[in-house]
């Protein structure tokens, strides 16, 4: 009998220390289901943003519009600035049924000869520049098939010239991503890290903001803004870019280049 009351002593007192050890971890448990609560919401706008994107790239045609460059140039070494300003009668062309991977393929050009007067030279110019601003890598890592390559997470909400917004950190995975894009003209992996900032009532992407990670021999940075404004072009509503500013430092000299678009008119 004593035997048995000394084991139902022990028994009662495994359940207690149980009990206390399985409790606290209770809140813990709560709050990483707390964490998970608004992830579905994130990845909804998310994903209406890349439809966005997508039916835009779609609904592209040709057309013709007025780019603005304009070039701050520094020489480190002599503190000498020099700034230059082109305007260009700029077009992007989309060659009829011809697809890659399901992306659309387009041609932009822009007509001005000050920005050609060596055709050999690679680039065609001395100065850095954003490529291919309204079909190029840019806008291809919100499409379905890119958007999985960087990795996307909700930072804040904010307001953006009077527009309420949604702002996105991304970073490239790079096991995910095999873009290679042009810097200087030369080839590097797509390597960024940025933020992005998304209109919380019409998903349309409202800016961006990008790092380059990866750089070519003498180039110490790489990074941009792109700032978006919705337009009637083809009787649809399109997210275009309307404003970027790149800024590039090298060893000896360093840039900040702005590019403006307007004036749009199909073709």
Avoid at 154 to 160: G, M, N, T
Avoid at 237 to 251: C, I, N, Q, T, Y
């Amino acid at each position: 009998m004593r035997n048995k009351i000394i084991l139902l002593l022990l028994l009662t007192l495994f359940w207690f220390h149980s009990f206390s050890f399985i409790a606290p971890t209770a809140p813990a448990a709560q709050a990483r289901d707390q964490d998970f609560e608004g992830f579905e919401d994130d990845l909804l706008v998310l994903t209406k943003l890349g439809e966005q994107m997508t039916l835009h790239q779609l609904s592209l045609k040709s057309f013709r519009c007025q780019e603005r460059v304009r070039v701050t140039e520094i020489d480190k070494a002599s503190k000498v600035t020099r700034q230059t300003e082109f305007v260009n009668p700029y077009e992007v062309i989309r060659k009829p049924d011809k697809r890659v991977n399901e992306q659309l393929l387009f041609t932009e050009t822009r007509s001005s000869s000050s920005l050609k007067d060596d055709p050999n030279q690679n680039p065609p110019w001395e100065f850095p520049i954003i490529e291919n601003p309204f079909t190029g890598y840019v806008l291809q890592m919100f499409s379905f098939e890119n958007r999985l390559s960087s990795d996307f997470k909700k930072v804040r909400e904010e307001k953006v010239e009077g527009r309420d917004c949604v702002v996105f950190s991304f970073e490239t995975v790079p096991e995910m991503s095999a873009t290679k894009i042009l810097i200087l003209g030369k080839t590097v992996s797509l390597r960024q890290r940025g933020l992005v900032w998304v209109d919380a009532g019409t998903n349309h992407l409202i800016r961006l903001t990008a790092k380059q990670l990866r750089l070519p021999q003498g180039c110490r940075a790489y990074e941009f803004q792109m700032d978006f404004v919705t337009r009637i072009i083809f009787d649809q509503k399109l997210s275009l870019p309307a404003h970027a500013e790149l800024r590039v430092d090298l060893k000896q000299k360093s840039y900040q280049v702005e590019q403006d678009y307007g004036e749009f008119q199909p073709l």
